[in-house]
Nanobody, 122 residues
C-alpha cells in the first residue's frame, strides 16, 4: 500500500512559479510510474506530466511543455512538479498518482493523492 500526500498548492499571480510536492510512504516511488494530473471545475481530469519508473524519461501535455518539470527526489521519496510562467488556465486541483505498470490509462493507476489546489489570477 502506498500513500501519496501532495503539498505546495497556493494562489499566485500569472507569471509566477510554484513547486508541488507529493510525498510517498509505503514503498519507494522509484518502483512506480508517477504522474501529475489536474482537474479544473467543470472539466475532466487531465494528465499534466508523467515520469517512468527507474528512469528519468518524462512527458508533458502540450499546454505545459517548457513551463513545467516533473522530477523525483528519491532521498525524500517525493515527486515534484516545478511550475513556472503560470497562467490562469493552470488553475486546478493537482493530484499525483502512481502506477506499477504504467500511468497512461486510468486502469494503470494504483494510487492517488488527495490533491492540492493551484489558483492563478490574472
Amino acid at each position: 500500500q502506498v500513500q501519496l500526500v501532495e503539498s505546495g498548492g497556493a494562489s499566485v499571480q500569472a507569471g509566477g512559479s510554484l513547486t508541488l510536492s507529493c510525498r510517498a510512504s509505503g514503498s519507494s516511488i522509484n518502483w512506480y510510474f508517477m504522474g501529475w494530473f489536474r482537474q479544473a471545475p467543470g472539466k475532466e481530469r487531465e494528465r499534466v506530466a508523467h515520469i517512468v519508473s527507474f528512469g528519468s524519461t518524462a512527458a508533458y501535455t502540450d499546454s505545459v511543455k517548457g513551463r513545467f518539470t516533473i522530477s523525483r527526489d528519491l532521498s525524500k521519496n517525493t515527486l515534484l512538479l516545478t511550475m513556472s510562467d503560470l497562467k490562469p488556465e493552470d488553475t486546478a486541483m493537482y493530484y499525483c498518482a502512481a502506477g506499477r505498470s504504467g500511468i497512461l490509462r486510468p486502469d494503470d493507476i494504483d494510487y492517488w493523492g488527495q490533491g492540492t489546489q493551484v489558483t492563478v489570477s490574472s
